[in-house]
């Protein structure tokens, strides 16, 4: 699952989310969008304005990839769970947010270079983007899966050889 969340602030963010729903059918993944005070209703995945504090944490925990404004919050959560995170900032000249402190957390994140974090500026970076992350992802899991057989095979010769 892609888990796609603009945050509490009262200024919607349609341009993430348009996009998001224009690129969900070409996605590997179920979209699921939490839009916040944004007035656009998505087609293409499923949606929500607002959940508790706890099952936003367990959206986080349960996806595979989570696109985000640069909220602290989601950045901290993400960062603890291990969930891979790309930054879409909201921007003032959009009328998205009041100032651009998000473009600044964004730009420090990105210099940082910080594993599982990924900065997108321009919607039309975001499926190449989103498309990367889920494919490393995906090698990842394989690689995972790979090393817990092998060790499972080694496990299994080993007591074959003892009995």
């Known amino acids: 699952m892609i888990f796609v969340t603009v945050g509490n602030h009262f200024q919607g963010f349609e341009r993430l989310l348009e996009k998001v729903d224009e690129i969900a059918p070409r996605l590997p993944h179920e979209i699921v969008v939490q839009k916040g005070y944004s007035k656009y209703i998505p087609k293409n995945t499923k ?88 494919g490393k992802r995906a090698i990842a899991q394989v690689e995972n899966k790979g090393r817990e057989n092998l060790v499972r095979t080694i496990a299994e010769f080993i007591e074959a050889c003892q009995a």
């Open 47 to 134: 949606y929500f304005d607002f959940v508790p504090a706890n099952t936003a944490v367990e959206y986080i925990r349960k996806s595979d990839l989570v696109v985000s404004h640069a909220g602290m919050g989601t950045i901290i959560l993400c960062k603890e769970s291990g969930t891979p995170l790309i930054i879409f900032p909201r921007r003032e000249k959009y009328k998205e947010h009041v100032n651009d402190h998000q473009m600044e957390i964004a730009r420090v994140l990105e210099e940082r270079g910080d594993k599982n974090i990924y900065i997108v500026y321009e919607e039309n970076q975001l499926e190449e983007k989103i498309m990367e992350v889920v």
